[in-house]
Nanobody, 123 residues
Framework: QLQLMESGGGLVQPGGSLRLSCAAS????????IGWFRQAPGKEREGVSC????????DFADAVKGRFTVSRDNAKNTVYLQMNSLKPEDTGVYYC????????????????WGQGIQVTVSS
């Protein structure tokens, strides 16, 4: 069965780095778009970035451009989100999600979701 599982979150100081992993099982991610989203308390879910065969990589949130990098390791069936120069406003629950072929900034267009993982940036 199709499953996505995030890992690599935790507590980090401002300016630090984290690498989130999204491991896929039950399917190969080659022909799918994998999006990263985040949600802070009381706020709407926000598209962060995406990777797919058709689109390459896309950055959705202006606030993360130049700091976050999405990548893929097909051999491990895993997508990564490298987060550098972290800021307190990056705090939230981060999710990976999958849809067919093309990246979308809209969470409504994704079919399957991981459970999410907490990222806290605080001094």
């Amino acid at each position: 069965q199709l499953q996505l599982m995030e890992s690599g979150g935790g507590l980090v100081q401002p300016g630090g780095s984290l690498r989130l992993s999204c491991a896929a099982s039950g399917f190969t991610l080659d022909y799918y778009a994998i999006g990263w989203f985040r949600q802070a308390p009381g706020k709407e879910r926000e598209g962060v970035s995406c990777i797919s065969i058709r689109d390459g990589t896309k950055d959705f949130a202006d606030a993360v451009k130049g700091r976050f990098t999405v990548s893929r390791d097909n051999a491990k069936n895993t997508v990564y989100l490298q987060m550098n120069s972290l800021k307190p406003e990056d705090t939230g629950v981060y999710y990976c999600a999958v849809r067919n072929w093309y990246c979308s900034e809209s969470a409504l267009r994704y079919d399957y979701w991981g459970q999410g993982i907490q990222v806290t940036v605080s001094s």
